[in-house]
């Protein structure tokens, strides 16, 4: 069977998700989705009659994507696990290892920054946000992604991919030295009464598990491509389809505009009654009577501050009378904006004169602990493929040394355990805070262990506190030399004191004064 054959068997099953993601793509950002009839000439695509829903997706985007890769703190930390090694280490190990760590994880983040990782990670999210479905791609050009409408996939009862069909429109002239002659013949014909040939051509990748890996090739009308064969383990593979829900016996995802569909249509149906209502009342056409002695003309040709002969009873303006029904419509369009913003999670502060910057605080966290369910599937399904198939790569590449599966494992520490993090510093606080307030200043000085808080801190904030905060030992030995140096310059000052006496002073003191007399010369 060959890769368009079993492309066109799985897009039976993919149907009814493309066309749910083709009517959320229309009502949010219409270029994400782009339907065959649109590539085939007809480039018009559709302008929604609100930009809600275009600012509700980019911005619940923008919110994974600084959470999931952000940009100042690293995703990832490197540990080792000591159960696996029945030992513990010392605490001079433990710093050389973490200065390790460290050197590795800045190593993958500036990789990072400076490749294109960043832009379509963003750009898979929002067709996660609007589609609910996206691929990607780790190639050694980078990431590459795969719209819905370019790919089908399978899975097994438990989620896990097991075949995935891509389509891709390329150049002729890319592959031309790969295919076979009979396949270049049927490119050989006239078009349009033209001497140029055909110059693009549909190629098929077909990527397979075989056991404890993934298998893929490539195929143009039947025929495999002799320089695309690929392989990879499973758990490092560069091919990662993502869902932004899962269903249970679902081979592909549902989108959040899905989730909140009915009120993007009725937003988009009152506005465009709104809009339209609103241009024809906006619209002036004056009526004159039959009767009246009043030329249409004269009123017509009347210039500002004009003067004519007329009747005012025999000159009217039309008037829609619709401004009750309009206020109607409006009130339940910013009903509807209200509910989609507070399902895409776009900040909305009370505008009032005592709006505190405690209550900006408080609507900021609420918003992000609603992202702990978006990010459960994201971090096992994108964060996790993504870190093992760069750290493989640049094992491989010399980059980063080799480092044991069994003993070294990384760790995500953003998506969920980010919000996690976040929860322990607020929960931190509150408690110094009511310590404070019930007992006094006192009370915290006096209980609370301020090296442990400190700590405690810096790993909610993500901050590693090696040779940043000092022990309590570096503190005591600073402090015993302080008062070292203290007392050392107390006793100089109390001999320089002693020499200013008046015991000290030879002419007040004989004694002095005989022993400092010089000889007498004969």
């Known amino acids: 069977m060959t890769a368009k054959t079993r492309y ?12 749910e993601a083709e009517q959320a793509a229309e009502l949010t950002l219409p270029y994400l989705i782009i339907k065959d009839q649109y590539t085939k000439g007809m480039r018009h695509l559709p302008t929604p009659w609100q930009s809600v829903g275009a600012k509700c997706s980019v911005t619940l985007a ?11 703190t690293s995703f990832f930390k490197l540990q080792v696990d000591e159960s696996q090694l029945g030992q513990e280490f010392g605490p001079q190990i433990k710093s050389e290892l973490d200065l390790s760590f460290a050197k590795i994880e800045r190593t993958i983040l500036e990789a990072i920054s400076a490749s294109n990782d960043r ?3 963003h750009e898979a999210l929002l067709h996660l946000v609007v589609a609910g479905n996206a691929l990607l791609f780790m190639g050694k050009e980078g990431l590459k992604l795969y719209p819905l409408n370019r790919y089908v996939v399978e ?12 389509k891709e429109t390329i150049a002729k002239k890319l592959i031309e030295d790969q295919l076979p002659e009979d396949v270049l013949q049927q490119y050989d014909t006239v078009v349009d009464g033209s001497d140029d040939n055909v110059e693009e051509c549909d190629i098929y990748t077909h990527i397979k598990r075989d056991n404890n890996r993934y298998v893929w090739h490539q195929e143009v009308h039947g025929k495999i491509l002799e320089k ?5 383990p499973v758990d490092v593979t560069p091919w990662i389809a993502l869902r932004f829900n899962s269903v249970d016996g679902e081979d592909y995802g549902r989108g ?7 009120d993007l249509k009725s937003l988009e149906a009152l506005s465009q009654a709104l809009v339209e209502g609103s241009a024809a009342a906006a619209k002036v056409v004056f009526t004159v009577s039959p009767s009246s002695t009043t030329k249409p003309s004269t009123l017509a040709n009347a210039g500002n501050g004009a003067i004519v002969q007329g009747r005012p009873d025999d000159i009217g303006v039309v008037q829609v009378g619709k401004s009750a029904d309009f206020g109607t419509a409006f009130q339940m369009m910013q009903q509807l904006e209200r509910r989609l913003n507070d399902a895409f999670l776009v900040m909305q502060v009370r505008q009032s004169e005592r709006t505190t910057a405690e209550e900006v605080r408080l609507t900021q966290m609420e918003l992000e602990q609603q992202l702990g369910g978006l990010f459960s599937l994201l971090t096992t399904e994108f964060l996790l493929p993504y870190l093992n198939r760069i750290l493989n790569q640049f ?15 990384p760790t995500i520490v953003a998506g969920i355990n980010a919000l996690g993090r976040g929860q322990d510093r607020e929960s931190l606080g509150q408690f110094l805070q009511v310590v404070s307030q019930t007992m006094g200043p006192e009370a915290v000085q006096k209980f609370i262990n301020p090296e442990e808080v400190i700590k405690r801190l810096a790993a909610a904030s993500g901050i590693d506190v090696l040779n940043l905060v000092r022990s309590m030992q570096e503190i005591q030995a600073e402090a015993q030399q302080a008062q070292q140096m203290a007392m050392q310059q107390q006793q100089a000052e109390n001999q320089t004191a002693m020499m200013k006496t008046p015991m000290m002073d030879p002419s007040k003191n004989p004694a002095l004064a005989g022993e400092q007399q010089p000889p007498i010369q004969e």
């Open 62 to 72: 923008a919110k994974l994507m600084q959470s999931m890769l952000p940009v100042q």
């Open 395 to 409: 094992q491989k590449q010399g980059k980063i040394p080799r480092l044991p599966k069994d003993i070294v494992k």
């Open 8 to 19: 066109d068997y799985l897009s039976g099953e993919r149907t009814q998700f493309l066309d």
């Open 256 to 262: 959040r505009v899905g989730q909140f569909i009915g």
């Open 155 to 166: 899975r097994d009862g438990n989620g896990n991919v097991i075949e995935i069909v891509t």
């Open 228 to 232: 695309s064969y690929g392989k990879s």
């Open 119 to 121: 832009v379509v990670v």
